[in-house]
C-alpha cells in the first residue's frame, strides 16, 4: 500500500483539485484508493458532494463526543474509490495535541492499526505547515508537491521541503517527494519561464506530466464531481489520467516466487503443452533513443508494468516479443512514465478517457 500526501501551504496551487482527481483516476485504472480529506476546511469532502456526522476528527481526537475508528466514517465514492471526510470541528485537532507527547504521529498510530484494503491513501493536506501536516507527512512515503508557475508557489515549495528534512532529521522518517507543476497556463511565456526554473532547481524531482489550466476542473468542483465523472474528454481528465499513468509506472514489481526446481521444471512442461500450439510469435518495436525504460503494456498482460512488460534496447530501438493467441488486442507503449500510442500502427481505438489506444490484430 503506497501512501501519498498532496501539501503545499500555499493556497490556491491545485493541491485538493489534484487530491480529488488523482484518486479517481487512479480507481479506473484499477487500484483501490481510500482518499483521506485532513483539511479542516473540508475542500476535497464538498467538492465531492460528502457530508458526514462523523469525520477524520473523531478518529484522530481523543476528546470527540463520539470516538470512532477509520474503517468507521469511511463513504464510497465509486468503483475503486473511498473517502475519509473532514469537517470544521478538525480545526481544533492543533490544539488539543498541542501538548501531547507523539501528537506528530496520531495519523501515522491510526493508518499502521487500519485494516483496510486499498492499494493507495491519498492524503489531503490543509495549506499551512501546522501539525495536521506534520501528521500527513510522518504517515506518508511519499509526497506530491502541486507547484504554480510562479515566484510565491516557488517559495512555498522551498519551506515545505524544509519541513521534509525537518522530519527526516527530528522522527528519524525519510519521505519522497516530487514536483507536480499545476494551474500551468501555455498561453503565457511567463509560465514557460517559470518552468525552466523550476526544471533547473528540481529536475530529478518532478513528474514529467503537467496539469494545465482547465475550466472544466472548476466546472466538476461546483458540481460535486471529479473529473473523470463531469467530463472525461476534457484537457483536465487527460492530464489527470496520464498523472495517475506515471504515478503506476512507480510501483514497486513483486519479488520472483521461486518453486522448487523439479515442480517448476514439471509446471513448465504443461503449460508449454496447454498453450504453445495456440499462440503466435508477436514482435513489437518502438524507437525512442533518448529513453531510460520502455515498457509494452495493454490487454494482453492486463496493463500492467513490471519486468515481464519492460522492452529491451539496442541503439535506441526497444523490442518485446510476445505469444498470442488469436484475437484483437489494445495496447500503448510507456516511455519514461508517458504512455503513447505505436507510432507506426495506424490500427487504433478511442479508449473511455478521450485518447486512443494502438490496436494489435493477431490473426490465426
Same mark, same amino acid.
Not at 507523539?102 to 491510526?110: A, F, V
Not at 521541503?161 to 522530519?167: E, R
Not at 528540481?202 to 461546483?222: P, R
Not at 519514461?336 to 479508449?351: A, F, K, M, S, T
Given at each position: ?170 522522527? %528519524? ?35 514529467? %506530466?503537467?496539469?494545465?489550466? %482547465? ?122 512514465? %508517458? ?26
Amino acid at each position: 500500500m503506497r501512501i501519498i500526501s498532496i501539501a503545499n501551504q500555499k493556497g490556491g496551487c491545485g493541491k485538493t483539485t489534484t487530491s480529488i482527481n488523482l484518486a479517481a483516476a487512479l480507481a479506473v485504472n484499477g487500484r483501490r484508493v481510500l482518499l483521506i480529506d485532513l483539511d479542516p476546511q473540508a475542500h476535497a469532502s464538498s467538492g465531492l458532494n460528502i457530508k458526514a456526522d462523523t469525520s477524520i476528527y473523531n478518529v484522530l481526537s481523543k476528546m470527540a463526543h463520539k470516538k470512532c475508528r477509520l474503517e468507521e466514517i469511511i463513504q464510497n465514492l465509486g468503483e475503486n474509490l473511498d473517502i475519509a471526510p473532514s469537517s470544521i470541528v478538525l480545526s481544533t485537532l492543533e490544539q488539543e495535541l498541542s501538548g501531547e507527547i507523539g501528537r506528530e504521529s496520531r495519523l501515522w498510530d491510526t493508518l499502521k492499526e487500519f485494516k483496510g484494503n486499498y492499494d493507495y491513501i491519498l492524503i489531503d493536506c490543509p495549506p499551512n505547515l501546522g501539525i495536521l501536516t506534520i501528521n500527513a507527512l510522518r504517515a506518508a512515503s511519499e509526497i506530491i508537491i502541486p507547484v504554480e508557475a510562479s515566484r510565491f508557489s516557488l517559495e512555498g515549495l522551498s519551506q515545505l521541503t524544509s519541513i521534509i528534512k525537518l522530519v527526516k532529521e527530528r522522527l %528519524n522518517h525519510d519521505v519522497d517527494f516530487r514536483v507536480l507543476v499545476s494551474n500551468f497556463d501555455s498561453r503565457l511565456q511567463h509560465s514557460f519561464k517559470m518552468l525552466e526554473k523550476i526544471k533547473t532547481d528540481y529536475k530529478e524531482k518532478m513528474f514529467s %506530466n503537467i496539469i494545465h489550466v %482547465n475550466v472544466k476542473l472548476k466546472e466538476a468542483q461546483n458540481a460535486g464531481l471529479h473529473i473523470l465523472t463531469y467530463d472525461k474528454y476534457c484537457r483536465g481528465a487527460k492530464d489527470y489520467f496520464s498523472l495517475s499513468r506515471e504515478i503506476i509506472t512507480q510501483e514497486p514489481s513483486p519479488g520472483p516466487v521461486i518453486l522448487p526446481e523439479k515442480t517448476m521444471e514439471k509446471r513448465m512442461k504443461e503449460i508449454l503443452k496447454e498453450t504453445l500450439p495456440k499462440l503466435n510469435t508477436i514482435t513489437l518495436t518502438v524507437k525512442a533513443p533518448g529513453a531510460k525504460e520502455v515498457y509494452l503494456a495493454g490487454e494482453f498482460n492486463n496493463w500492467k508494468l513490471d519486468e515481464n512488460s519492460r522492452m529491451e534496447q539496442t541503439n535506441g530501438c526497444w523490442t518485446k516479443h510476445l505469444k498470442l493467441d488469436k484475437g484483437s488486442y489494445r495496447y500503448r507503449f510507456v516511455i519514461d512514465g %508517458n504512455w503513447i500510442e505505436d507510432p507506426v500502427n495506424p490500427l487504433n481505438r478511442l479508449n473511455p478517457y478521450g485518447s486512443k489506444d494502438s490496436l494489435l490484430e493477431v490473426s490465426k
